[in-house]
């Protein structure tokens, strides 16, 4: 009988992450190259949108259920998770590189003595076994390894396997198993949400803001273009370190690694723990005033000008094809 | 208290990557190592609870890894570290192997509190805290910016996507640091002479075959040059026009 890839789905508020699609797109991707059993597993209480996954080609689900596991349990996720492997005899168990996944995924293998193929950026299936791409030293290098074990936890880097909805209507199986009594041990009393902004981990486009801006005020062009465009404002170490922004908008090395589909670097003259964090995104815009800062050599457009002239006439102009 | 922090010893931040010739390792040739960033939030946090419960507790540096790991140690014991152990191993082994080592020295120690730094900035697994923990059978919470421990209850902030999750937990436990959790402290003058004296013992790491094999290490595909379209906002329609219509990212 062929083996197992399970696909673990990431909620939060009821109601399943962007990142879980990409989780299942890929996990039924790989089931075919590798010749397996595709099936998905999401823990919490009532989940509105479970219904969703049937678009991406997924035909059986598994909901554990339980009014204390709406929010996250190390604990108790853990048990569940490794306990379904074991029932199902899983052999390749898939996460997405998020919080939650990060978490949970070395848990789990360390349960099930598996080896940890983690934040990969591209897998690819050569000979019938797994190779997974990964970048280390934040981006500077690329390493490709495979894993030796028997059973095997993979976490994949969110934005970067897209989430495709599948032609072939698949009759989707969701099975509801009510969980007892789980150990809460470790677990989540209270989500303490962000004040409205977007997450530079999450989010598709990223206006980021340097040393350039002279001034922590002048954020505010960032800002202005940031909600213009419906994106997250990030932030370069210098200005972090300065204490203009917090820590949660750093973009590089010691800050996030992101990849998003547009990355405008503002007054960034992109030092090579900046470039690191970011160059992995699709397209790149920097506008600096010096016209031979590093930004430019990984930019597909820029614009070697002054920001202060520059952003609000971006914003205006990015206003105008919006509306 | 028997506290442990976990340390690592990686290539600067501002340091450029060169593939070494077999490659599968990068070429130490020109890289300035440091102790990992991380890390430093990590031991600030250590010597904090040390102080915090005070009596005889000690915080102890162990870190994985050959020789040169000593200067990182050396680092961590100017900072205020009692001592420090090294867990020798030139070879590289995966994040399950270095948790292994980590999670057999301590259980030897017998230390109850256990700090990482969240992630190693040269591998960037960000999994070796829950992976020792999980061996010890510790609570562990991971990307921690607040911790509180009151007798053996622990109650904790981690930074995940959009907020913060506050967590409960009990000790024993390992806590994995992100910067914000501290400042960490500078080591002064008399810590780095202090450092001279403290004891760094050095042991064979328990052995352990990785669970994962490189294949190899390689550089990005460099990006292609991009043009510059102008020095003022005369040229800011034909950007729009550009993500607009040839990117199609607006």
Redesign the interface.
Known sequence: MAKTILAVLEQRENKLKKSAYEVVTTAVSLSKQLNLNAKAVVIGNDIGNLDEIVKYGMGDITHFKNGDLANYSSTAYTDIVTGFVKEIEAEYILFSDTAFGKDLAPRVAAKLNAGCLIDCVHLEVSDGNLVATRPVYAGKALMELKPKSEIKVITIRPNVFKAHSSENNVITNIVTKEVTSPDLSTRVIEFKKSEGKLDVAEADIIVSGGRGLKDPENFKLIEDLAEALGAAVGASRAVVDAGWRSHREQVGQTGKTVSPSLYIACGISGAIQHLAGMSSSKYIVAINKDKDAPIFSIADYGIAGDVFEILPKLTEEIKKIKT | MKIAVCISHV?D?????N?AKDEKT?DPNGVTYIIN??DEFAVEEALKMKEKFGGDSEVIAISVGGDNNKETIRKALAMGVDRGILLKDENFR???GI?KALSDEIKIQGCTLVFFGKQS???????TG??T???LGY?????VVNLKIDGDKIIA??????????????LPAVITAQ??LNEPRYASLKGIMAAKKKIIEEKQAASF????????????AP?K?????????S???E??K???EE?K??
């Open positions: 290539p931040t501002a340091t450029k990557i593939i990068i960033p991380y995966d994040s399950f948790a900035v040269d591998y960037d697994n960000a999994i829950q992976l923990a999980s061996m609570s562990c919470i991971a990307v902030e981690r930074e995940i996507e959009g907020g913060k999750e506050v967590v409960e937990a009990k910067k914000g075959e990785s669970l994962t094999e490189v294949i190899r290490l390689k550089k990005p990006k040059p991009g043009r510059i379209l102008g020095t003022d906002s040229v800011v329609p950007l729009v550009l993500l607009h990117a990212v607006i």
